[in-house]
């Protein structure tokens, strides 16, 4: 009977699992994720978060669309007032104001300015969720309330254009014409939309100016862990201070000494 129970032990083969340590493949994951350091699946969280590509900014979005449409209104309409006068005689002509004359050209540039930043912007704002660089974009978001504000001034509203027969600059127009009071008034309507919808484009990029440098405050406050940080140049601040005591005592006995010997 021994022998038999000896040759039944040798007969069992060396690499099967004991009966106290028996697993399957299941559990040994199971004991894996249980094991695994808990730090690890918030850094994933983290790492996943952070990857994700950030949303269109939508208030410059918005922003940029209104700055696209009042310049391209404003340009059509300086265009087709401009162009209108051009066909004109110039008995029915209307004359322009000084102000007009003056402000007019500033306008058109600013339209042109603006539709050209907003087209730009736009465009990379569809494609990679960001707009231009933000120098040049600070700068004419700054630059054009400042020169349309300085250029609005000088003449009442509906005051563009008039029929008069003393105009020193060209011919007079006749005022007895009624060709150039119904063309005087198409042409206020024309100017009037292109100065409106111009003047508009002050709020608008003034706006967009406050916004785009409270990204940059926003960014510097990510960059510094929620605290703003200032760079301050590194170096060295020494003070020397000098305190003299002076014997009161001894002073007077010096000063009597050398009365003495005068």
């Known amino acids: 009977m021994?022998?038999?129970?000896?040759?039944?032990?040798?007969?069992?083969?060396?690499?099967?699992?004991?009966?106290?340590?028996?697993?399957?493949?299941?559990?040994?994951?199971?004991?894996?994720?249980?094991?695994?350091?808990?730090?690890?699946?918030?850094?994933?969280?983290?790492?996943?978060?952070?990857?994700?590509?950030?949303?269109r900014p939508?208030?410059?979005?918005?922003?940029?669309?209104?700055?696209l449409v009042l310049s391209a209104v404003g340009l059509a309409g300086f265009i087709a007032a401009f162009a209108f006068l051009g066909k004109l005689t110039i008995s029915e002509s209307p004359n322009l104001g000084w102000w007009t004359q003056y402000s007019a050209p500033w306008f058109t540039v600013m339209s042109v300015v603006a539709l050209t930043f907003a087209i730009f912007n736009l465009r990379l704002l569809y494609r990679k969720n960001k707009p231009m660089w933000l120098g040049p974009n600070l700068f004419v978001d700054m630059a054009i309330p400042l020169i349309l504000v300085s250029h609005t001034k000088g003449s009442p509203a509906g005051d563009w254009a008039y029929c008069s027969p003393h105009y020193p600059k060209r011919p007079p127009s006749n005022p007895y014409e009624p060709a150039c009071l119904d063309n005087a008034v198409t042409v206020n309507v024309l100017l009037g939309i292109a100065f409106g919808s111009t003047f508009l484009l002050a709020f608008v990029?003034?706006?967009?100016?406050?916004?785009?440098?409270?990204?940059?405050?926003?960014?510097?406050r990510r960059e510094g862990n929620g605290i703003t940080r200032f760079g301050i140049p590194s170096g060295q601040l020494s003070f020397k201070f000098t305190i003299k005591f002076l014997d009161q005592d001894g002073l007077r006995a010096r000063e009597d000494a050398s009365r003495a010997q005068e």
């Open 2 to 55: 021994s022998d038999q129970a000896e040759t039944e032990q040798s007969a069992t083969p060396e690499n099967a699992p004991l009966l106290g340590s028996s697993s399957t493949p299941a559990d040994e994951h199971a004991t894996d994720d249980q094991n695994a350091i808990p730090g690890n699946t918030d850094v994933e969280a983290d790492a996943r978060v952070v990857s994700r590509p950030e949303g």
């Open 58 to 67: 939508k208030d410059i979005f918005i922003g940029t669309w209104l700055s």
């Open 205 to 220: 990029h003034l706006y967009l100016a406050i916004k785009r440098w409270i990204e940059v405050f926003r960014a510097r």
